[in-house]
């Protein structure tokens, strides 16, 4: 355990930087429709939530050299990620008849 | 010296002095791998009857015994008990409590008392379900896939099934999550993962499924109870839903689900062939990694059961060219098993004699299954017997099958008795013929036609019907004759030793048979692979006290 | 188990001693757990995420204006209260493993205010929600009546209210969590040489965060460029 080697005020003044960051971010999320990549509002969002997200787990979850879950958790997103490719990418991509569909064009469904 | 039940309790809360209090409170895995075993083969007969009960109705066109609603309740709750309560639990919880811990020198899993608190939460899903048979309208009628929206929409206890399944799903979460802590923290010193038994494997494969899949299934039951209170429309076309999304989800699950059943069979198969063919395992590393890659394309597959449902046609595609993969690792291993038996020295012992039945059946479940992975066969096959004839045919002539090679096998590990070798033999060939006779005319009904879950039927069906139903007779009074021949090894049979087979895995070298509390006597150094023979001869040899090799 | 542990020694041919890694007093063991734990959360709401974007792909121009009517004000106070929270748990975990259990206990009763201030501020949302006839089985989210709103549009609220339901119900569970943390502290079963359980927890509450790190862009700011605005 890691508990006599603990630098005290190294280690709170980590936290303090990792909120600054978070704090400036979360300001970015609310500036950047009106700010930047207007276009692509959806897409700026994401990967702002995963810088955030990159943030947390490395330094508030203390996963930065633990090699073990690091792969873990790539093994998981990968996952997850495989499931939006095919189900969005693929499938969803190529929704067969849609002007026909009731879900995506019935009477009260505009 | 190891401690006895008499010295320590071993129990989750307090130390009872009773017995029973003992066993049911009890953290020692072996315990509760023996009280899952119990209850999974109480849940084992009561779907075995219900399927009786639907030979019986089949066995003649036109209605016998039970009408069509009540037929819908049955395959149900066959379905239901059987995949959720019996076979995707069932190797895991069995052999991987029993024996996975055994095999790696460990005390005990990561977790006990969470394998304590999972046993009861498994208790409770079953309580839960058989609760579903008695309120209400009963038990579900949709099929154990729970279909939206007629899942939403039938008048059964449709949500209590899916709650049973949401908490057997948590159950299986956490046996899986204490497996891999377990396999990744508590193997004896000097056993890398390329020295681990194959039955460690194949669970170490099953729990990342059991782990990562199972949240899909649970997250989709809950959405599935929020839109039958809720009225969300998330899978309700009549709201806007999309039905495919439900089948999607499901399958995102229940497709690894098959891979996370058949695995540790696997594992049990990659044990029993190497300790009677007196040899060392062909290939270890290749069947280690086919493990971990049927694990890893298991994931891919899953919409080869959408083909039918509306699923775009690119996607159909994808996933036909995806789902041939699953059977390069599966063959590989095949071949290794082979491989492993070539110029052995085979001893044809009951657990080699089922291990060796389900090459044949297997292999037939196995390639049927790759002939309607073709797209334009299987929209002729889609729920046709056909295919209910291959998934039995890998599932209870693959994992069952295998199941019962394990429960041979380890017989001896586990009571410290020998069960009559003729009769047990006997047993396997009366289930190997039922078995056959049983499902194989099923392929050939399928393929003219006969539509799955129907309770009725044309009459050129019948003679299949009929030859199904003798099959399936024949098939259940082998499997209680060996049930039967179970009972009389524990309370009759010969004591049998530490190590009746010759075999060379950890579990075979405990200092007493059952095996005491805590395992072995003292944690082995592990600088050596699992199956090492020498002329038919196993090369390691421990001294029982201090556990050090003396060979 | 009353009995001090004591690890088992194995030894190997030439004689070396190696030590057995035991169940008991795995740290590590027990943290690799609770990740694996996490992980089944992330594949928990992955799934949810994939029906959310799903309908999104069916239905963008209706997601858009969905999200463009929510509260973003409220949104993103609790983004900051939770954002802020993960600081006071995390400071507090520091505080155990440096021996300031006091510290670390206060820090933990900080947490559970945030996340009580997080529920209550979540409340007020929802009651406005309902009032302006936005809720599950109520008003505009029922089928076929003159108020229903579009399918994409009532996919995208009863998404909503499940997902940030969820998350909500996660927020109780970690402030149960965290009074039993208090509890176990006060028994002394929890101290600066056996903090995993703290760490534990701090880890939950940092997943509860991160889930919430993308549920509010996604429900709250992806219609935020809209022409139609907040309220």
Not at chain 1, 57 to 72: R, V
Not at chain 2, 314 to 326: H, I, R
Not at chain 2, 399 to 414: K, N, R
Request: proline share 4%; charged share 10%.
């Amino acid at each position: 355990m890691d508990t006599n080697t603990i630098d005290y005020k190294k280690e709170r003044a980590g936290y303090y930087k990792v909120l600054i960051g978070l704090l400036l971010l979360t300001a970015v999320t609310f500036i950047q429709p009106h700010l930047f990549m207007t276009e692509s509002n959806f897409l700026a969002q994401m990967l702002i939530a995963v810088l955030k997200a990159w943030m947390i787990l490395m330094y508030y979850m203390h996963l930065k050299g633990e090699k073990l879950i690091i792969w873990m958790v790539w093994f998981a997103l990968s996952i997850v990620l495989v499931f939006f490719i095919i189900v969005i990418g693929i499938d969803v991509a190529n929704f067969n008849n849609a002007a026909g569909s009731y879900i995506t064009s019935a009477p009260n469904a505009n | 010296m190891s401690k006895t039940y008499f010295d320590e309790t071993h129990c989750a809360i307090g130390h009872p002095k009773s017995t029973f209090m003992q066993w049911m409170l009890t953290v020692d895995h072996k315990r509760i791998g023996l009280m899952y075993a119990a209850v999974m083969f109480t849940f084992f007969f009561v779907a075995v009857f219900t399927a009786l009960l639907m030979r019986f109705e089949l066995f003649a066109p036109g209605q016998q015994f039970i009408d069509g609603p009540t037929f819908n309740q049955a395959f149900t709750l066959h379905g239901v008990i059987m995949i959720f309560l019996f076979i995707i639990p069932g190797i895991p919880a069995i052999f991987g409590n029993i024996v996975m811990p055994l095999m790696i020198g460990a005390k005990d899993v990561s977790f006990p008392r969470l394998n304590w608190a999972t046993f009861w939460l498994y208790i409770l899903g079953c309580c839960v379900a058989l609760a579903s048979l008695f309120i209400g309208e009963g038990v579900a009628d949709t099929g154990w896939t729970f279909y939206a929206p007629y899942s939403l929409n039938t008048d059964t206890n449709v949500i209590m099934a899916l709650t049973a399944a949401f908490i057997l799903g948590f159950a299986s979460i956490l046996t899986g999550l204490n497996f891999l802590v377990t396999i990744h923290r508590l193997r004896a010193p000097g056993m890398t993962f390329f020295k681990m038994p194959l039955f460690v494997w194949g669970i170490y494969a099953t729990a990342w499924i059991q782990l990562l899949a199972t949240p899909v299934i649970g997250i989709t039951l809950i959405l599935a109870v929020m839109e039958k209170y809720f009225g969300i429309g998330i899978f309700d076309p009549s709201k806007g839903g999309d039905p495919v999304l439900f089948q999607h989800l499901f399958w995102i699950y229940s497709h690894p689900a098959v891979y996370l059943m058949i695995l540790p069979a696997f594992g049990i198969m990659s044990e029993i062939i190497p300790t009677f063919s007196r040899k060392e395992i062909f290939g270890y590393r290749t069947i280690a990694l086919s493990s971990a890659s049927i694990a890893g394309i298991g994931y891919l597959v899953w919409g080869h059961h959408l083909y039918t449902s509306g699923m775009s046609d690119v996607a159909k595609s994808v996933f036909s060219f995806l789902t041939f993969f699953v059977a390069i690792p599966t063959g590989v291993k095949f071949y290794d098993w082979i491989a492993t038996m070539y110029q052995g020295k085979i001893v044809l012992s009951t657990p080699m004699i089922w291990g060796l039945g389900t090459i044949i059946t297997f292999a037939i479940g196995g390639i049927t299954g790759i002939t309607i992975t073709m797209i334009g066969v299987d929209i002729h096959l889609q729920d046709t017997y056909y295919s209910v004839a291959h998934f039995h045919y890998a599932i209870l002539g693959g994992v069952v099958f295998l199941m019962f090679a394990g429960m041979h096998y380890w017989f001896p590990l586990i009571t410290g008795k020998m069960y009559k070798e003729t009769h047990a033999k006997a047993a396997f060939y009366i289930q190997f013929v039922g078995f056959n006779l049983l499902w194989f005319p099923m392929f050939i009904a399928g393929w003219y036609g006969m539509p799955r879950r129907y309770f009725d039927y044309l009459p050129e069906f019948q003679i299949y019907h009929q030859v199904s139903f003798y099959g399936a007779l024949i098939f259940v009074s082998g499997l209680i004759y060996m049930f039967w021949t179970f009972y009389r090894g524990w309370t009759k049979g010969e004591p049998s030793g530490t190590n009746p087979w010759n075999a060379t895995t950890l579990e075979w070298h405990m200092p007493s048979s059952p095996p005491p509390l805590e395992n072995h006597s003292k944690v082995p150094y592990v600088d050596f692979n699992p199956y090492e023979y020498h002329h038919g001869e196993p090369v390691v040899k421990f001294n029982y006290e201090t556990m050090q090799r003396i060979d | 188990m009353s009995h001090e542990y004591v690890p088992e020694i194995a030894t190997d041919r030439e004689g070396n001693e190696h030590v057995v890694q035991g169940w008991q007093g795995d740290f590590y063991g027990g943290k690799l757990g609770f990740w694996m734990f996490m992980l089944t959360e992330v594949l928990m709401f992955g799934a949810m995420f994939l029906v959310l974007a799903y309908y999104n792909t069916l239905h963008p121009q209706d997601f858009i204006d969905a999200s463009a009517s929510l509260n973003r004000w409220l949104g993103g106070t609790n983004t900051v209260i939770l954002l802020v929270s993960a600081l006071t748990m995390g400071l507090g975990l520091l505080k155990m493993r440096v021996g300031d259990v006091k510290g670390a206990k206060l820090m933990i009763w900080a947490t559970i205010l945030l996340a009580a201030v997080f529920l209550i501020i979540k409340g007020f949302e929802w009651t406005a929600e309902y009032n302006h006839g936005i809720f599950l089985m109520h008003d505009k989210l029922l089928v076929g009546t003159e108020n229903s709103l579009p399918f994409g549009q009532k996919l995208f609220f009863g998404m909503y209210f499940t997902m940030t339901g969820l998350h909500g119900f996660h927020i109780i569970i970690g402030i149960g969590l965290m009074l039993w943390l208090l509890k176990r502290i006060n028994a002394g079963k929890v101290s600066q040489d056996h903090h995993i359980l703290y760490w534990n927890i701090a880890l939950y509450w940092d997943i509860v965060h991160l889930i919430w790190v993308f549920v509010f862009p996604y429900f709250y700011m992806i219609g935020a460029g809209g022409v139609t605005g907040g309220h």
